[in-house]
Each structure stands twice: as structure tokens, then as C-alpha cells.
């Protein structure tokens, strides 16, 4: 495993990170635990979660479960690791009485309750998960400083925000960025860069789609994401996934250390969080990243999909 400052101001994270969004909903406590501790077998440091996760999926189960699994598998290890989670997203009645997501009164609040699902007594990076549309930032941004003050987050990042309002003040942020769709690049990078910002992509295989799981005239495998998601299996992403494909095949990679090391070596990329449901994936997630494109191969990969251009 490989390991990079988090934009310029960061901590050390892992090249990849883990993203919890499957504990609490698609996996229960046992299964998130065999998947937390393959990516600690692997290297990895950086486990990604937010406070509304585990409220969905078909295992049911409330919002905050994500954040309690992670916690409790966790536990032995919790030093070793760069814990992530976020706030401000939808989540029940009780949070939903402190005010505007974004209000010094909400982010005090949400900050207690993480900090308790996930029994520890510190956040390695607390994120805004997305503008509340109500909240000026500048008091968003004010009581997160308090809290890095007090010691209970050690940074600030942020989720979903417009490239415009970003600033130095956050460490991080997370957006949709994959090698079908590098819309970021068009304004969120450079800002990134102005900014000394780290970016974190989430999806980065295309819910799937750069696994090498789905195949032109196949159905897609059951239970799979792409199973009833529409609109992401469209010829022209088929079209770049072969031609992904054969570019992995002529440097004998998999298109799954295409898709990883290649999102990795990408300017502002600080680690790349991926999803996993089974320790086999989760350790394969990690090894992708032990490929280091050269220039000329990034030039390559341009080639297929252009700097800024979106498939799907």
C-alpha cells in the first residue's frame, strides 16, 4: 500500500480508502467486520463513513448503523487508522429538531452522536456531507473550527460542495469521479489545486461498471448494483469499458487496476474510497492501486476518455 498527504494540509491516508456505505445495510456487524480487517491486512487507513448510512438497503436497520459497525470493528485499531464520517444529510426526527443541517446548534449535535455511534472520543475528518441550502458556510466552517480546537475532529473536508465556494479552510472533499465521468476536472480540480484540497472520488468504479463484471450482451449478475440501477449500461459506456479494457490487457493489468491506479495518479486525488461487500474485493480494491501509470499511459487513457469529458 501507498500512502500520500490529504491534499496539502491533510493527514496520511492510504492511496485507497474503504468506504462504509454498505455497513448497516447491505452488510451486517459480522460481515462488516471480515471487511474492515481485510483492509487493515491490506494497509489500508483511511475508513469512510457518514452518520445517515445503514438506513437503507434490504437489510433494512437505521440511519447510524454504518457509523456503529465501523465503530465497534474497529475497536483494537482505532489508532491506527484515519477515521472519516459526515453529517448534514437527512437523518431522523431527533437531529431534524437542532435546526438547519448546517447551524452551529446541528453540527454540535450531529458531531456528539457520531462521535458515540462510533465510540471514540475523536474524528480524524469530519465532512459537511452537502450545503443545506439555508446555513451560510462561514458558520458551518466557524464551529467546525471549534471542534478541531476543543480536539473532538482533527480536519475539516466537505462533500458535494460547489467548486466556487470552495476553500483552504477544509483539507478535503469528496465528489463523483471516475474514469467515465471526469466532470470534475472542468472546474472542482482546479479549485482543488488553487486550494491545497484533497480530493476524494467516490464511485470510482462506476458503481461498478470498471469491475469487469458487466459485459455487452450479458444480463448484469444478481443482486448486483447495476442490476437495477437504468441509464448506466448505455452502448457508449460498454464501447469505454472495452476499450479500458483492452488498454489493462496491453500492459497486462485488470481493468479493475485500470480503473484504481488510474483515478490514483490523477492531480488533487488524495485516496481513492471503495466500497466493498466481501474481504476478496476489498483486498483486491487495494492491490489495484499497486499500479503507478507513467505519462505516456496517462496520455493513453485520455485517449479513450478525455480530460472533463462524462459517459455516464
Known sequence: ??????????????????????????????GTKAV????????????????MYGGFGERGGSRGDGERLLGAALKGHRDQVVLATKFGMEMDEEAAQHGPRGSRRYVRYAVEASLRRLGTDRIDL??????????????????????????KIGHIGCSNLPAEQLTDAFVSIQARYHLLDRGVENGLIPACLRSGVGLLPYYPLAN?????????????????????????????????????????????????QVAVGGLAAL??????????????QVTANAAAADWVPETADLAALDAIVAPGERVV
Open 267 to 280: 492531480p488533487a486525488v488524495g485516496s481513492v474510497i471503495c466500497g466493498a461487500m466481501t474481504p476478496e
Open 208 to 256: 461498478g461498471l470498471l469491475s469487469g463484471k458487466y459485459r455487452r450482451g450479458e444480463q448484469p449478475p444478481p443482486g448486483s448494483r447495476l442490476s437495477w440501477r437504468q441509464g448506466w449500461l448505455t452502448d457508449e459506456a460498454l464501447d469505454k469499458v472495452e476499450a479500458l479494457t483492452a488498454y489493462g490487457a496491453e500492459r497486462g493489468l485488470t481493468l479493475l
Open 36 to 51: 474492515v480487517h481485510a483492509a487493515l491486512d491490506a494497509g489500508v487507513t483511511l475508513f469512510d463513513t457518514a452518520d
Open 126 to 151: 469530519y465532512q459537511y456531507h452537502e450545503p443545506d441550502g439555508v446555513t451560510p458556510l462561514e458558520e458551518t466552517v466557524a464551529t467546525l473550527q471549534e471542534l478541531v480546537d476543543e480536539g
Open 1 to 30: 500500500m501507498r500512502y500520500r498527504t490529504l491534499g496539502e494540509r491533510g493527514p496520511t491516508v492510504s492511496v485507497v480508502g474503504v468506504g462504509g456505505n454498505n455497513f448497516g445495510s447491505r452488510l451486517d456487524e459480522d
